[in-house]
């Protein structure tokens, strides 16, 4: 077996025993990546040099006895949003080529605490708006089980990486799905943690009220690890909580007996591919067998969390990118005008011209479109009807859940409608591309925690999702439940035929 | 406003400038099209929010409870100024430059 086919908890394992050193570790995820990154396009940098170097080091000071962290030695891959001193860090946005930030996020820090190597930054949707990964300035991500497909969006380039053993562990974040739908397109296992579990310092902002930084990895046992040294209170985070970090692997072994697990029957509406509701139901089915119990649940404003979402984080979104400005960092425009300056000529100043331009050459369609939309639900007039009504649906939809696990501790379903669709397949329509959050929002706008992970495949050979969403800080139980269907199951073990081994 | 009217969702080409304006975007004659074909889809998609009785309901702009987070005022390092300015487009060393704030002279 091939270093790059085992799991993390392992290669940490072997890593402590002084069966394989980091440098061996580091060399093979590295070689990985060379050859498959041209395919498949999930890192935009790859930090070759550096995390030889500090694979080195680790070893050395391994070799001499000294304490070395919880990761020590281990390859991690961490999503381009967040920030790297470095390494550059691009959003996958023209806006930010090249950018150097002047300090490491907060989870990059704690990455490096733990003697992490960080082995590249991966692509994403640029300033992780979209569901497809099609909207990198730097090219699409291809799905690793089948190449003619999206990896979902928008931590594609995290979950295509694990995916494709180019990493064992990678970090992505979630808004409004990116990291859960993307991880069951790709057969992966991604966790959401609760709002304010993991510090957002560092993590370049798009919705505030919504963002968080989670693992990604094959397993909830490998999550788990990530996870735990991610998570905990940061001064530099006002929204970050402070509460104590449980030990995220101490009951992965508990047994189910007597877990209670929400169906929502309006989870499997018309939308529903056929084959996706199969697989969720064989896993109720699944967990039945091990002592859980099924109980229908409701979340009536479910149906409103899409349109509410696409209100509260645009809005939001129009806010924090405001500080994309062409004078402190990123993109300039360099004056000249363009041929099509669409009769928009009649700006309050030259500074705001070059605002105006520099932002119009720097964002993508999808931001600048997201922009509009939260630049005019905030406008005047349009404040109250929009992002005011927006935020009292928001109410209302975390109120369904506060309701729901006061009846069962877990609710399951989809992840998605849909197995990995191909690429290009919804580009043209923003609306369609938007009702791939469906089954995802819910869990950011109720600031809750939710785990992605395999429950079966396609007659075609590709993975379908299943998504467990539970109460704040109910990581342990999220990441016990996965852990224990996969202790029953082989789904998230298998690999793609797709690339070469 | 009554539960079931929305606002008027049609976007024009007008409107959507106005808004660019906003955002601070350049749009070019194109994007202008095709935004404004977008937006009012966009907006005809989410207006359905409108029919959601939130009578008596209050919005909810965090997930957490609202807290204000204290600390000591205590002196801290800063970034120094040579690591603030070393990503800017154009600065003096000091400062960063950008185009006359006032009026119509100046370059970028």
Redesign the interface.
């Known amino acids: 077996m091939s270093l790059t086919d085992r799991s993390a908890t392992d290669l940490v394992a072997a890593l402590r025993n002084g069966e394989i050193t980091s440098v061996a570790c580091t060399e093979s995820f590295l070689a990985r990546i060379e050859a498959t990154n041209p395919t498949v396009n999930a890192f935009l940098s790859v930090n070759g040099e550096g995390a030889l170097a500090e694979a080195a080091r680790i070893d050395a000071d391994r070799a001499a006895g000294k304490p070395v962290g919880p990761l020590a030695g281990l390859p991690v891959a961490v999503k381009d949003v967040l920030c790297t001193t470095d390494q550059p860090t691009t959003c996958a946005s023209k806006m930010l080529q090249g ?2 930030p ?2 490491d996020a907060d989870v990059v820090r704690r990455l490096r605490e733990a003697d992490a190597v960080l082995v590249g930054k991966t692509n994403m949707d640029e300033f992780a708006m979209g569901g497809s990964n099609e909207n990198s300035a730097y090219g699409l991500v291809r799905n690793p089980w089948d190449l003619d497909r999206a990896p979902g969006g928008s931590s594609g380039g995290s979950a295509a990486a694990i995916a494709a053993d180019m990493a064992p562990l990678a970090i992505g974040s979630d808004t409004g799905g990116s990291i859960r739908q993307p991880a069951g397109l790709c057969g992966i296992t991604g966790l959401k943690p609760t ?2 579990r993991v510090s957002r310092r560092g993590l370049v902002a798009f919705s505030s ?1 919504l963002d968080q930084i989670g693992p990604m990895a094959r397993s909830a046992a490998d999550c788990s690890l990530l996870l735990q040294t991610i998570a905990g209170h940061d ?1 530099g985070d ?2 970050s ?1 402070s509460v104590a970090v449980p030990d995220y692997t101490a009951e992965l072994d508990k047994p189910l007996t007597g877990l209670r697990i929400g169906r929502v029957a309006a989870h499997f509406g018309p939308g529903l591919d056929p084959e996706v509701a199969e697989h969720v139901e064989a896993t109720f089915a699944a967990y039945e067998a091990a002592g859980a119990t099924i109980h229908e649940v409701e979340l009536p ?1 479910a149906a ?1 969390g899409v ?2 979402y ?2 509260i984080a645009p809005s939001e979104a ?1 806010s924090n990118l ?1 500080r994309y ?11 000249s005008r ?1 041929p ?5 000529t009649d ?1 309050d ?9 520099s ?2 050459e720097g ?1 993508g ?1 999808e931001v ?2 997201r ?7 905030l ?1 005047a007039g ?1 404040y ?3 992002y ?9 939809i ?1 109120q369904d859940f506060l309701d729901a696990f006061e009846r069962v501790d877990l609710i399951g379903g989809p992840v998605s409608a849909t197995p990995a669709f191909k690429l290009g397949e919804k580009t043209d329509d ?2 369609a591309m ?1 009702l791939v959050d469906l089954y995802t929002v819910g869990t950011n ?4 925690g939710g785990i992605s992970f395999p429950c079966g495949f396609t007659a075609g050979g590709l993975p379908v999702g299943f998504q467990l969403q539970g109460p704040a800080l109910s990581e342990p139980l999220l990441l016990r439940a996965a852990h224990q269907y996969q202790q029953a199951t082989d789904w998230h073990l298998r690999r793609t035929a797709a690339l070469p081994a | 406003m009554p539960a079931d009217s929305g606002p008027e969702p049609t976007l024009t080409p007008g409107d959507v400038k106005k808004v660019a304006l906003l955002g601070r975007l350049a749009l070019s004659g194109a994007e202008l099209k095709s935004l404004t074909a977008e937006l009012s889809q966009i907006v005809g998609f989410v207006s359905q929010l409108a029919a959601v009785d939130t009578e008596a309901v209050e919005p909810l702009a965090h997930p957490l409870d609202a807290q204000n987070v204290f600390r000591e005022d205590e002196p801290a390092a800063s970034l120094p100024t040579s690591e603030a300015l070393r990503s800017a487009p154009r600065q003096d060393g000091e400062c960063f430059l950008v185009p006359a704030v006032l009026g119509d002279s100046g370059s970028a």
């Open positions: 950018f150097r002047p300090y709002y304010g009220s001064p006002s929204t909580l404003h409103h349109p509410t696409y209100l129009s405001a400005d062409g004078a402190h960092y990123g993109h300039r425009w360099d004056g363009p099509d300056d669409g009769g928009m700006f100043s030259p500074l705001v011209e070059m605002y105006c331009r932002r119009a964002f369609p600048k479109r922009i509009m939309l939260g630049t005019y639900a406008s349009y109250d009807a929009y005011a009504k927006a935020l009292r649906v928001r109410r209302l975390r923003p609306v938007y706008l109720a600031g809750i």
